[in-house]
């Protein structure tokens, strides 16, 4: 499942209605009792987004009232606002956003629990300063008034782009906190964007871009137009609010919620990568590879584990072996042998995501554990791994080439055998099972557990 959300909703009709929007994108309906990664809630119901946010372990809360309650809601701690009438696909959107926020924060919870079993205590990191705004419009009057509001109401600095190119450059050179991208600016003034240029087509484009993608990107539309909102939302941005005058106030809470929860999501994730940083290295971290080694994956996979039962999660286990790989330390030397290792890690790294785990576990054993994943997924990312190492041999200290295979072993977790000591021992015997099968069917190939 992609999700799995609580619905707060005393009209059984809306209630269902809600339930069957969120079942074509695979979330589910949570049960009484169990976890949620989201909480839909409307009003009616009776309780405020934060009193909902503490009966739910801290989920997000996604309010819904009546059309002009967006900013109360925010101030009450709501997470993110509907009307009533809203579509479903607006609906589906932003509880998607919602929920891929909730799993980047209870990771990065993760790791902080981690760290802090291990001795390393997560930095403090510095207070907020005020936010720095990339306004994308056509020089004129409107988007000038437009800039200036956008400052007022954040309280910080807002800068303007005349085009999308212009704001590509602009947000790569000096990464802005926020990136504001309204629909309709062609028609801001009579010189417009380039021919072709879109609101939709540019927000994806920004999320592409390397230290672009790290700016929030706010989408601002006309409030009745859901399709041009969920698009923006499926396209990258971050929230899509309401441009027109006389929603600055609906416009400012969303602006501002926005910033506040990237905000706290950074300071967590710096905090702890800065912590890490500052332990002893070689405690935490292998220091040829600067991937983390047997000590921290050890605790941190049981903690991923643990999470997965609790949460009946989809969690798979990878475990690399380089073939052969005394004889390259033989016939090249230690120092081509330290080349390939690196080469190999720097592989396994761009082929998993953030919130993934990835370690050498021993001299040319590496190991991976995929949070979210089940056999398919795992596998893809297995052969993937395997065919870039095949195909692409690495450069020797000194010239030449190393030719380099890899064996994998891949085993999934499946759901609630973890236990709630968080062991995943089974699991590990699994795919070190699947890896010896692997050697002993030619090397250089995938196996899968079972």
Do not use: W
Not at 190 to 218: C, K, N, Q, Y
Not at 406 to 426: C, K, N
């Amino acid at each position: 499942m992609a999700g799995r959300v609580s619905i707060v909703e005393p009209d059984d009709a809306r209630r269902a209605g809600i339930s069957a929007a969120l079942s074509v994108a695979y979330i589910e309906e949570a049960e009484p009792g169990d976890a949620a990664d989201l909480v839909i809630a409307d009003e009616a119901a009776g309780e405020t987004p934060a009193e909902l946010k503490a009966r739910h372990g801290g989920a997000p809360v996604l309010f819904i009232g009546p059309e002009a309650g967006a900013a109360r809601a925010f101030a009450e701690g709501a997470d993110d606002f509907l009307p009533r009438a809203a579509e479903p696909r607006l609906l589906l959107a932003r509880a998607r956003r919602l929920i891929r926020r909730r799993a980047a924060e209870v990771e990065l919870t993760l790791r902080a629990a981690t760290a802090r079993e291990l001795g390393v205590e997560p930095e403090a990191r510095e207070a907020a300063t005020p936010p720095r705004l990339l306004l994308v419009a056509p020089k004129g009057p409107e988007a000038e008034a437009l800039r200036a509001a956008l400052a007022a109401l954040s309280g910080g600095e807002a800068r303007l782009a005349s085009g999308g190119f212009a704001a590509l450059r602009a947000a790569e050179t000096d990464p802005p906190d926020a990136v504001i991208v309204a629909d309709g600016l062609e028609r801001l003034s009579a010189g417009g964007f380039a021919e072709g240029e879109d609101a939709i087509g540019l927000i994806a484009a920004l999320r592409a871009r390397g230290e672009a993608g790290r700016s929030a990107i706010v989408h601002l539309c006309d409030a009745g137009a859901a399709g041009r909102a969920a698009a923006a939302l499926a396209a990258g941005a971050d929230e899509s609010a309401p441009g027109a005058e006389g929603a600055a106030e609906e416009m400012a809470a969303r602006l501002l919620a926005e910033l506040g929860a990237r905000r706290r999501l950074s300071a967590l994730r710096d905090g702890v990568e800065a912590g890490l940083r500052a332990a002893a290295e070689d405690s935490l971290t292998d220091p040829l590879t600067g991937l983390r080694n047997r000590r921290y994956f050890d605790r941190h996979a049981s903690r991923l584990a643990m999470r997965a039962a609790e949460t009946n999660g989809r969690l798979s286990l990878l475990l690399f072996d380089l073939d052969r790989f005394k004889a390259v330390n033989d016939s090249l030397g230690h120092d081509a042998g330290d080349a390939a290792l690196r080469a190999f890690a720097d592989r396994l790294r761009q082929a998993v995501r953030g919130a993934d785990l990835v370690a050498r576990i021993g001299g040319e054993e590496f190991a991976a554990i995929l949070v979210g994943a089940g056999a398919a997924e795992a596998a893809a990312v297995a052969e993937r791994v395997r065919a870039a190492v095949a195909r692409a041999p690495v450069p020797a200290p000194g010239g030449g080439e190393i030719a380099l295979t890899v064996s994998v072993g891949v085993a999934a977790l499946a759901a609630g055998t973890a236990g709630a000591s968080g062991d995943i021992s089974a699991l590990m015997r699994q795919a070190d099972e699947a890896l010896r099968a692997a050697k002993r069917g030619g090397r250089d190939r995938v196996e899968f557990a079972g």
